[in-house]
């Protein structure tokens, strides 16, 4: 099964409550999928400072000040660790490849969940309640956020397992369904030189639209690429710092609802993840249509 | 029993256990009414599913999955859109979308009249065993796969594969079809069909539709009698 969530505003006094709102959303789906929970905040001026480089952690094995210390001697910049629920944020007024090389080479094991400018990436294992309650989330900031809540069939219960698969910079991809031929493309992106963190198939598809928008094409393009390389069935979000994107498979059994207002654009698995949005009443409702691409950006 | 009056009872699904308000609509006897309103259902599932009563039920706002799933004998009206399998399997009595409905709308059902105002999204009337569908916008890709008997009635445009292995179901579709299934054809529409078609847009309220500007479509018969130049294909 599996949930996924995902709000993109274009109403700043909204930007306040984004936390809140993809709280509620993200619960809601807690029944489609209650092994774990992710969500991909972007613009929340702690969890990923402005003017930083924000990196997310998993499973470093070291404590928020170890962490700031093994990075020290590598970087000339100050550098601040905010421990949320499982994750380890590290942000640093420099480059994010700086960052995420630095991070890379002092702590080597460790899972890096997301990087970028603007994003921050939190996940782990459990109930999507309980998790959303340890993040702080309904006290986030920002202008889009995606969520998932996993119910796991092809691979551990384990945090490389959690959505999103935050792959490429400022890039999130969340995935309901499951791919029939990842294997496949996963050693041909391996062929390429492309590390993976798990087994999961989302990942492969996480990397394949990375792999695409690092050769320079767009995210419509990417995701039509997708749709041809990729069996199975998927509602996949896509998002990025300033875009935003739904697509699902051919057979579209994988479910999806899309409300657009004035104020914000919002996809969520089933409609009663929706209903707490501000103007959901006047909202214009509708199913996205097999391998078409939706996209919205800033 | 108490005598039936024609109050309306009232459930509001913010404040009442879906579970009572089913379990309620389960054992009429005990409504005092046949009128009921269920408000606030806020997309839950399974909202007013396996009635079996001449009941009398509005739903006011968007509903989940399975919406009035099983139904027998009751009319339930759904102000709003629901979501996958509303009156999916529905043996008799009628079920009213007034906006749009998700996938798998009426699917398997036997009978009733199911009527949807807005689009109705992928396979519409899967595997339908008797049901009258009436939709009055679109409806998606592999509506009426595997049909067997029924009606489906498209005032817009349908998807891709109508009718896909369709066995003696009958779709009359207003618009463009985007492409017909395997051993769905089109064809003549004969005095029975005019007849047939307008009394169901009568029932949904579409009375003034022109009944000369649908298509038949049905099933060429090619595929599920026994052909062994077919072998290959089973």
């Known amino acids: ?298 | 029993m108490d005598p039936l009056t024609t109050d309306v009872v009232e459930f509001d699904l913010a404040t009442t256990d879906l579970r009572r308000v089913n379990a309620a609509l389960h054992t009429p006897g005990g409504l005092g009414s046949r009128h009921v309103r269920i408000t606030h259902p806020a997309g839950a599932h399974a909202v007013a599913a396996g009635l079996d009563a001449p009941l009398d039920v509005v739903v006011d706002g968007h509903v989940g999955y399975y919406a009035a799933g099983m139904n027998q004998q009751a009319d339930v009206t759904i102000y709003g859109n629901a979501g996958v399998g509303v009156a999916e399997n529905m043996m008799s009595g009628s079920v009213w979308v007034s906006g749009s409905a998700s996938q798998s709308a009426g699917a398997t059902a036997h009978g009733g009249l199911l009527v949807i105002e807005g689009d109705a999204a992928a396979r519409c009337g899967i595997s339908m065993k008797g049901v009258d569908i009436v939709v009055g916008c679109d409806v998606g890709h592999m509506s009426a796969f595997m049909a067997q008997a029924g009606t489906l009635v498209v005032r817009g445009d349908a998807g891709e594969a109508l009718g896909d292995s369709i066995y003696e179901a009958r779709l009359y579709v207003r618009g463009r079809v985007a492409s017909l299934g395997a051993d769905c054809v089109a064809k003549p529409m004969r005095a029975e069909h005019h007849e047939e078609l307008a009394r169901l847009l009568k029932a949904a309220g579409y009375e003034n539709d022109d009944t000369a500007s649908y298509t038949r479509y049905g099933s060429a018969r090619g595929l599920y009698h026994f052909h062994v130049d077919n072998v290959g294909s089973y």
């Open chain 1, 1 to 298: 099964m599996c949930g996924i969530v995902g709000l993109h505003l274009r109403t700043p006094t909204l930007y306040p409550r984004l936390g809140e709102l993809l709280t509620g959303m993200l619960c809601e789906m807690s029944e489609r999928g209650a092994d774990s929970a992710g969500v991909a905040v972007y613009g929340d001026p702690v969890w990923s400072p402005p003017g930083s480089a924000t990196v997310s952690l998993l499973e470093t094995g070291v404590t928020p000040a170890e962490l700031a210390d093994a990075l020290e001697p590598r970087l000339s910049c100050d550098i601040t660790v905010h421990e949320v629920g499982a994750t380890q944020l590290v942000s640093a007024h420099c480059d994010v490849e700086v960052l995420r090389d630095a991070v890379a080479a002092a702590l080597p094991h460790a899972l890096v969940a997301g990087f970028g400018a603007d994003l921050a990436v939190l996940k782990g294992v459990g109930h999507p309640r309980e998790l959303a309650m340890a993040y702080g989330l309904p006290q986030a900031q920002g202008w889009q956020g995606v969520g998932h809540t996993r119910m796991a069939t092809e691979s551990a219960v384990t945090p490389a397992g959690c959505h999103p698969y935050a792959v490429g910079p400022d890039q999130c991809l969340v995935h309901n369904g499951s791919f029939a031929n990842h294997a496949t493309i996963r050693r041909e992106l391996q062929r390429r030189g492309i590390a993976f963190d798990s087994e999961n198939d989302t990942e492969v598809g996480a990397r394949f639209v990375a792999q695409a928008l690092a050769d320079g094409y767009d995210i419509e393009t990417a995701l039509k690429h997708l749709c041809a390389e990729f069996d199975g069935f998927y509602t996949l979000v896509v998002s990025h710092r300033d875009s935003f994107a739904v697509v699902r498979d051919a057979i579209a059994c994988k479910p999806a609802v899309i409300a657009e207002t004035d104020d914000w654009v919002a996809i969520a698995s089933e409609y009663r993840a929706l209903v707490e949005l501000p103007g959901i009443e006047s909202a214009h409702l509708f199913e996205p249509a097999p391998e078409r691409i939706y996209a919205w950006t800033r």
